[in-house]
């Protein structure tokens, strides 16, 4: 089969496609057919190799048989005697890593079935950055019906999923994009949008109950002066990366208004319940652009410049017949 293996740090050319042996499911494993993957910010943190901790991931002093990709979809190609919930041909859809290859092995606990409503090239983009986006609505700021929530970066792969399942929760929801992206956020449920090129959303005269931000581009006083009484900001990334997520998680221990980060590993049920809003139409992924398997580093250039409206999804040829 045929796999992307990254070979360095830091450049988007530092990967290339192998061929190397299929893997073979274990008892309790489930082999995919890979149809689609996706990349999302992570994965550029592992291209860079900075936090410097990702390196001990990837490998050091140099990636050592990494292949990058935490979204799959595909379909299940065989499947261990201890499996029950899954046989050959069922579409699925997961958050697992190593997924930018032909096939796969994972757990029949890290999968669910392909919600009925999208193509597995729409199922690959929801994962990893729509659990990110529940765990945080859900989880972290335990949003309920009536609240007022800003997301920041609302166009942006987790951004995208944080709007539609504020809402899905019963928010009424603000988010801050670019100009170019204004229409995109108010068409997938935004009930306010906040163009950050002509408005700062710490100075305006709107307060929220949850600001769950994606991009860490303001003090994180002056998040919490956009806040009610009551409110919390919840920094989740950013291009400031983990010094101010540190900073904030260190403030939370002494302000109340100051969330830190929050874990956004996959918890059994999480797939279900993206699965049940997909299908019942209150949440869609947004894709910016579909690669090539072969177009790799072309995908990873275009995650890395930062601008990517929605997900990235890389779609795997079917070469079985």
């Not at 603000?174 to 100009?179: H, L, P, Y």
């Not at 409110?231 to 260190?250: E, F």
Request: glycine share 10%.
């Amino acid at each position: 089969m045929r796999a992307v293996f990254q070979t360095g740090y830091g450049s988007p050319d530092a990967f290339e496609i192998r061929e190397v042996p299929t893997p073979v499911a274990k008892n309790d494993q489930v082999l995919i057919r890979v149809r689609a993957a996706a990349l999302h910010a992570g994965d550029v943190f592992m291209m860079r190799g900075v936090p410097y901790f990702t390196r001990l991931v990837v490998g050091f002093p140099k990636p050592r048989g990494y292949v990058p990709g935490y979204d799959v979809a595909g379909v299940v190609e065989a499947v261990g005697k201890n499996v029950n919930r899954f046989a050959p041909e069922d579409e699925v859809f997961g958050s697992l890593a190593h997924t930018c290859a032909e096939f796969v092995c994972t757990s029949e606990r890290e999968l669910e079935e392909k919600p009925a409503n999208l193509s597995l090239e729409q199922a690959a983009a929801v994962p990893t950055s729509a659990i990110a986006a529940l765990h945080g609505i859900r989880d972290a700021a335990k949003v309920k019906a009536g609240m007022h929530v800003l997301i920041n970066g609302a166009s942006g792969g987790v951004g995208t999923f944080a709007v539609q399942i504020a809402k899905a929760y019963g928010a009424e929801v603000t988010g801050v994009c670019s100009t170019r992206n204004v229409d995109l956020v108010r068409s997938i449920g935004a009930d306010h949008v906040i163009d950050y090129t002509q408005e700062d959303f710490t100075r305006g005269g709107t307060r929220y109950d949850v600001i769950l931000d994606q991009v860490a581009n303001h003090p994180l006083r002056a998040c919490r002066r956009a806040l009610t009484p009551t409110g919390v900001h919840i920094p989740n990334s950013g291009h400031k990366g983990m010094p101010y997520i540190i900073k904030a998680t260190l403030v939370s221990i002494f302000v109340r208004r100051q969330g830190g980060t929050y874990h956004a590993a996959p918890k059994p049920g999480d797939l279900s319940e993206l699965k049940g809003l997909i299908e019942s139409g209150k949440v869609s992924p947004v894709i910016d652009r579909t690669h090539k398997l072969e177009e790799i580093s072309e995908a990873f250039r275009h995650l890395d410049a930062g601008h990517a409206r929605g997900k990235v999804v890389i779609a795997i040829e079917d070469r079985s017949s």
